[in-house]
């Protein structure tokens, strides 16, 4: 069964997954631990 | 966002749909056991996932949709799950709720009903609400909603079946069975009604099947899918409700989406209020929550204590810090060079180089830089993990409200105050081009991690924690100057934000730890080298005395209207690269950390404000350029260098005044 890690923004709450990110068009998307939030575009760190 | 239209096939079909967080996965998991298909919708990075059951030798497609607090058509996800809802018709939706959140959940439910298809309630986490002291009637729910309500606790399997036995029920019952039509104020259903029987009467085929009521809601909803798909074959009929909506607008002076948004929520609330046999039982949390949240006279009184407390720290700790750093650095690297460097009789513009620019770039960032962002970073972690930040978001949307900015617009504001570059390249997620200007201009002037060293390396360094948090109120106090006066000269839609409060935790702290790391390594990267090559630049340059042709040209702006040294023009050049370097220039071109020794009070905050404020740095630019594109791109540049020459020079007078 597919599972999908469940992230939560800090700031707005909302619960998304990396593929939602706000990342996709940004150039340091593999490097990057960051994730954005696609509700609200605030940055954190993907633990 | 361009969603394909496709018709999924006509199979037994039963699509879960329902708010994020209620359980909903566990309950597909729960009916369809392995064998998932994970997809994406077509067109979209969004996915869904299907699988299979079987009732009474029955096989049955069971499809889960994205969790998603409403209908409207915002998001990639609700989007997705809206057009999963209707292509898959006729299909009956088992809408998952939670039991701990009857009201806000009701929400959707209420959207869904709209719809009109078949459906059934699983009222999920009855077992988590009874332990809270929540007991829901759910036959009188049933009742309310005309739909059946199944009591399901998906974690323990208990009631899914059942849920999923009623929904194939009412599909064999056929569709005639919908659930009740809910009804809103008299003023709103008037107008429903004649948007209604306009439509019945001129449209032969309806978009997606959906009933004549839940069109003209949508329609009056200005759900700008439903409205391009009727404006192709029936203009008249979009005219009409744009008519209608407008004079909902001149009868309750809001947009027709909010009042009929409210009214939905107001519906909610009383279904909520009458199901909810007793009432729920206050635990600590609720307490505190309601305390540090929902209480606007305390949560605000609070949230100031916690910033003060905060920024307190920054200065104090940060402060104690540096004078370590700086102490240990003179003591045991820059003596033992200095020693070398005249032992060995080094080559004169060598020594400028090791000396002030490597040694001192790196002891301004040791010493006054990185100790402050580090701090910064974990006192960031630490608002993130227990759940205080999105209460201050909260406790300021409602601030910001009552000031005439809505929801998104103070998203910025928060965002920023870490780095200005992904605040700006988050506004792509709000809606229109005026909010978007609107955000990038305000970010261009929050005062991020780095600007908040420079005002917390001098003012609150030399001049302590209330000059520094003084500089912060001026930065605040623009902020919403600036945002009221372009949210009201702005055309366009205002667009409000879903907000979801986690509950408050216990930080742990190597989450902590790591989450600081993850951002200081971007500086460390990034940043540092910057700076030291900055350094040693500005150290040949001044060795071989080509600055002074920049300080003299600047000396009217810097010196006569500002009221500042002459020594700070090049330092607010090299700012634009990075805003640290600000400071770290200066430590370089005056030759020491000690920034007493070329400030005085006055110039030290008017400096700090005019950093603050000024240009935004070349990262910022590049973001607002590719967002926004050059001409908006060079309007907020030179609005910040305006406001901030004003600022200062307004301030220059006032404080010399004093």
């Given at each position: ?47 | ?190 107008v429903i009604s004649a948007l209604e029987e306009k439509i019945r ?23 700008p899918e439903i409205v391009k798909i009727v404006s192709e074959k ?413 600022v200062g020079a307004i301030l220059n007078v006032a404080l010399r005044?004093?």
């Amino acid at each position: 069964m597919m599972t999908k890690k469940e992230i939560q923004c800090p700031l707005c709450g909302y619960r998304f997954s990396e593929e939602e990110s706000g990342c996709a068009r940004c150039p340091h998307v593999k490097k990057c631990r960051m994730v954005m939030c696609p509700n609200c575009g605030y940055e954190f760190p993907n633990i | 966002m361009g969603v394909e239209v496709t018709h999924m096939s006509d199979r037994v079909s039963i699509v879960l749909a329902g708010q994020p967080n209620t359980g909903k996965s566990v309950f597909f998991n729960r009916i369809t056991g392995i064998g998932v298909i994970s997809s994406n919708y077509p067109g979209t990075t969004v996915e869904i996932m299907e699988g299979w059951t079987k009732i009474d030798g029955l096989r049955v497609r069971v499809i889960d949709t994205p969790g998603i607090y409403s209908l409207d058509a915002t998001s990639p996800d609700q989007m997705v799950a809206r057009r999963v809802i209707l292509e898959t018709r006729p299909a009956v939706i088992i809408n998952i709720i939670d039991a701990t959140h009857l009201e806000r959940n009701l929400y959707l439910t209420l959207q869904l009903l709209e719809l009109e298809v078949p459906m059934v309630v699983a009222l999920n986490m009855v077992d988590e609400a009874s332990k809270r002291g929540i007991k829901i009637d759910h036959e009188k729910l049933s009742e309310f909603l005309g739909v059946p309500v199944i009591p399901t606790v998906a974690t323990r399997g208990e009631g899914v079946f059942k849920a999923v036995k009623k929904a194939m029920e009412l599909l064999k019952e056929g569709a005639g069975v919908r659930g009740k039509k809910l009804e809103y104020g008299k003023d709103i259903e008037r107008v429903i009604s004649a948007l209604e029987e306009k439509i019945r009467r001129e449209m032969r085929e309806i978009p997606f099947g959906i009933s004549p009521r839940a069109l003209a809601i949508l329609l009056l909803q200005r759900d700008p899918e439903i409205v391009k798909i009727v404006s192709e074959k029936h203009k008249e009929v979009v005219e009409f409700a744009e008519k209608l909506a407008s004079a909902i607008e001149s009868m309750h002076g809001e947009q027709s989406s909010i009042r009929i948004a409210k009214e939905r929520y107001a519906l909610a609330h009383m279904i909520a209020n009458s199901v909810v046999e007793k009432q729920e039982r206050r635990l600590l949390r609720d307490v505190i929550d309601e305390i540090t949240t929902t209480n606007i006279y305390t949560g605000i009184p609070i949230m100031m204590l916690v910033v003060l407390a905060l920024f307190s720290s920054l200065v104090y700790i940060g402060g104690m810090l540096e004078e370590i750093i700086t102490t240990a650095w003179e003591l045991f690297v820059v003596a033992n060079v200095e020693g070398i460097i005249t032992a060995y009789g080094v080559d004169p513009l060598l020594r400028v180089i090791i000396l002030n620019g490597v040694l001192l770039g790196l002891e301004a960032g040791l010493a006054i830089v990185i100790p402050y962002i580090v701090l910064f970073y974990i006192l960031l972690s630490v608002l993130e993990d227990t759940g205080y930040l999105a209460r201050i978001a909260y406790l300021l949307d409602g601030l910001m409200h009552r000031l005439g900015l809505h929801g998104r617009a103070l998203i910025p504001l928060i965002v920023g105050y870490g780095c200005n570059v992904p605040a700006i390249v988050g506004t792509r997620v709000l809606e229109t081009r005026r909010e978007r200007f609107i955000a990038a201009f305000l970010i261009s002037i929050v005062p991020c991690s780095a600007r908040t060293v420079v005002i917390l390396g001098i003012v609150g360094s030399y001049l302590g924690i209330m000059y520094a948090l003084g500089v912060y109120a001026i930065g605040l106090l623009l902020l919403v100057i600036s945002g009221v006066f372009l949210n009201r000269i702005l055309s366009g839609e205002r667009v409000g934000l879903v907000m979801e409060i986690p509950p408050y935790r216990v930080p742990h702290p190597v989450t902590v730890l790591k989450k600081t790391w993850i951002r200081f390594r971007e500086f460390v990267y990034i940043a540092f080298p910057l700076l030291i090559i900055g350094s040693i630049v500005l150290s040949l340059l001044e060795y071989f005395e080509m600055l002074d042709a920049v300080t003299r040209a600047m000396s009217p702006l810097m010196v006569t209207v500002l009221g500042l040294p002459p020594v700070t023009a090049v330092p607010i050049i090299f700012g634009i690269f990075r805003k640290e370097m600000v400071i770290e220039m200066l430590v370089v071109l005056s030759g020491t950390t000690d920034l007493s020794l070329i400030f005085t009070p006055t110039q030290m905050i008017v400096f700090a404000v005019v950093t603050m404020l000024y240009f935004p740095c070349i990262a910022s630019l590049g973001a607002l350029a590719k967002e926004l594109g050059w001409r908006d791109t060079i309007l907020i540049a030179l609005g910040t260098m305006a406001l901030a020459i004003t600022v200062g020079a307004i301030l220059n007078v006032a404080l010399r005044c004093l």
